[in-house]
T-cell receptor, first 115, second 116 residues
Framework: DQQVKQNSPSLSVQEGRISILNCDYTNSMFDYFLWYKKYPAEGPTFLISISSIKDKNEDGRFTVFLNKSAKHLSLHIVPSQPGDSAVYFCAASAHGGTSYGKLTFGQGTILTVHP | NAGVTQTPKFQVLKTGQSMTLQCAQDMNHEYMSWYRQDPGMGLRLIHYSVGAGITDQGEVPNGYNVSRSTTEDFPLRLLSAAPSQTSVYFC???????????????FGEGSWLTVV
């Protein structure tokens, strides 16, 4: 049973436009959420995170929104750049933010930004 | 991905063979873990360790063994390889048990394993 779901396997956007990647979760115990970016033949790298006590976190071009009632979060990239083309993973942690390195990941969304 | 080193990067095994995927980190991180990535499944936790001498099972531990004799190393052993273990394996480490903006989990570059 997939507790973290990214229902869009892929997303294609034009350079300069907004990219919106979505993630849904089912486990009410999740209280910390992260987004990872992965290029081919590399490991995932941390992008941005949000605690369940917040509904928005912003870092430069990247903003994550959390809707706890809907168990939904989204990653906005504005403006999108060709270098943003990668696989994006949503991940979640329970235990009050104490994960001991354990995360539950979604399936990933392939983002392609066209020049 | 500097700091977490995985070897080998590519490996082909025959069914029934055993092998060890090596993982080493030079950041003095207490917390280390192994994930596998399969198409349509995301990354799934195999085993994790909260320090030298302490390991525990993750979501998909069957067919794998781990040990943590030093802080730096966390090898993953496949006891008797099966085609279902064909996957990309990622080792990760972090310095704190807390998942917060100040503590990121660092991943290695991955090990591609094919079992025929």
């Amino acid at each position: 049973d997939q507790q973290v779901k990214q229902n869009s396997p892929s997303l294609s956007v034009q350079e300069g436009r907004i990219s919106i990647l979505n993630c849904d979760y089912t486990n009410s115990m999740f209280d910390y959420f992260l987004w990872y970016k992965k290029y081919p033949a590399e490991g995932p790298t941390f992008l941005i995170s949000i605690s369940s006590i917040k509904d928005k976190n912003e870092d430069g071009r990247f903003t994550v929104f959390l809707n706890k009632s809907a168990k939904h979060l989204s990653l906005h990239i504005v403006p999108s750049q060709p270098g943003d083309s990668a696989v994006y993973f949503c991940a979640a942690s329970a235990h009050g933010g104490t994960s001991y390195g354990k995360l539950t990941f979604g399936q990933g969304t392939i983002l392609t930004v066209h020049p | 991905n500097a700091g977490v080193t995985q070897t080998p990067k590519f490996q082909v095994l025959k069914t029934g063979q055993s092998m060890t995927l090596q993982c080493a980190q030079d950041m003095n991180h207490e917390y280390m873990s192994w994930y596998r990535q399969d198409p349509g499944m995301g990354l799934r936790l195999i085993h994790y360790s909260v320090g030298a001498g302490i390991t525990d099972q993750g979501e998909v531990p069957n067919g794998y063994n781990v040990s943590r004799s030093t802080t730096e190393d966390f090898p993953l052993r496949l006891l008797s390889a099966a085609p279902s273990q064909t996957s990309v394996y990622f080792c990760a480490s972090s310095y704190s048990p807390l998942v917060s903006s100040g503590n990121t989990i660092y991943f290695g570059e991955g090990s591609w394993l094919t079992v025929v």
